[in-house]
C-alpha cells in the first residue's frame, strides 16, 4: 500500500467514506480543501507524515458540517499539529512569493478577484436592481494607505471613500462638467486590501456598497462626489451615506503583506 492509499483508507476507517480519491498538494497557504462533488480531497502534503490524532481531525474536518462546534475543533486541531506549518513553510521556501515590488502592483489574489466579482454581481441584483453594468474592473489596491475604496470614472476624476473623519473624498474640481449619459464610463472600481483583513468584513461589504452607489449616480445622473444624489443611492442600497465612515477599520501595519484571505461569509 503506497502513501497514497494508505491516507485514503485510514479517512474511510475514520467515517470519511465519502472521499475517493486524495490529492496532495504543496500549497503555501491552504491546507485542506474538498471538491464540489464531495469525492476528492485537496490535502496538503504535510498530511501524509499525520500522526493518528491528527488524521482524525483531517476526517472530522471532512466530515462534520462546517457550521458545527465539531468542524471548528477539528480545524483548530489541525492548525495546533507543528507539522502544518513546518509544511507551509516548505512551500513557501520552494516557490517564494513574487517581489514586493510586484506585489505592491497585483490586485489581490486570484481568490479575492474571483470574490469580487461575484459580490459586485450579486449587490448589482439584490440591492442595485440590475442597474450597474454587468461587468467593471475591480482592483485590489495595495497602496491605499488612507482610502478604502475609489471609483475612477472614465476621464480623471476619482471619488473615494476614507477612513476616518479626518479627510472626504475627493471631489471633481469646481466647474467640471458632467458628460452626456452615453459617454459615461467607469475605468475601475479599487478596494484597499486591508478590507479583506480579519474583522474587516462589514467594512470591505459596506465600502464595495459604497463605491457601487458612484458607479450608479455617475452612470445615470452624471453625479460624482457626496452629494444629495449619491447620498440617496447610498440610503436605498443601505450603506452608511456617508464620504468617511465613523466605523473603525482594521489597517496592517506598514511594510507588511496584504492578506491573502477571503470572508467566509459576506452575503
Ligand atoms: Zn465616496
Not at 10 to 36: D, P
Amino acid at each position: 500500500m503506497n502513501d497514497h492509499t494508505h491516507f485514503l483508507a485510514e479517512l474511510r476507517r475514520r467515517g470519511a467514506v465519502e472521499i475517493r480519491r486524495v490529492v496532495f498538494r504543496h500549497n503555501r497557504t491552504r491546507l485542506l480543501s474538498i471538491s464540489k462533488d464531495r469525492v476528492t480531497l485537496n490535502a496538503h502534503a504535510c498530511f501524509l507524515s499525520a500522526p493518528p490524532e491528527v488524521l482524525d481531525a483531517v476526517a472530522r474536518f471532512v466530515t462534520a458540517d462546517p457550521r458545527t462546534a465539531a468542524h471548528r475543533r477539528a480545524v483548530a486541531a489541525l492548525r495546533a499539529w507543528p507539522g502544518v506549518e513546518a509544511g507551509l513553510s516548505a512551500a513557501r521556501a520552494e516557490r517564494p512569493a513574487r517581489s514586493p515590488a510586484r506585489a505592491a502592483e497585483s490586485s489581490g489574489s486570484p481568490e479575492q478577484r474571483s470574490f469580487l466579482r461575484e459580490l459586485y454581481a450579486r449587490l448589482n441584483a439584490s440591492r442595485f436592481g440590475g442597474r450597474l453594468p454587468g461587468e467593471l474592473p475591480i482592483r485590489v489596491s495595495h497602496r491605499m494607505a488612507r482610502r478604502l475604496g475609489q471609483v475612477r470614472f472614465a476621464g480623471e476624476s476619482v471619488s473615494g471613500r476614507a477612513a476616518g473623519a479626518a479627510r472626504g473624498g475627493a471631489a471633481p474640481g469646481p466647474g467640471a462638467a458632467a458628460p452626456a449619459a452615453g459617454e459615461r464610463r467607469i475605468q475601475e472600481i479599487a478596494l484597499s486590501a486591508d478590507l479583506f483583513l480579519e474583522g474587516n468584513d462589514r467594512e470591505l461589504l459596506d465600502t464595495m456598497l459604497h463605491e457601487m452607489s458612484h458607479v450608479e449616480a455617475f452612470l445615470l445622473h452624471g453625479h460624482r462626489g457626496h452629494g444629495a444624489i449619491w447620498r440617496t443611492v447610498a440610503r436605498r442600497v443601505e450603506c452608511e451615506a456617508r464620504a468617511c465612515t465613523r466605523k473603525r477599520v482594521r489597517r496592517r501595519p506598514r511594510g507588511t503583506r496584504a492578506p491573502g484571505r477571503v470572508p467566509a461569509n459576506l452575503l
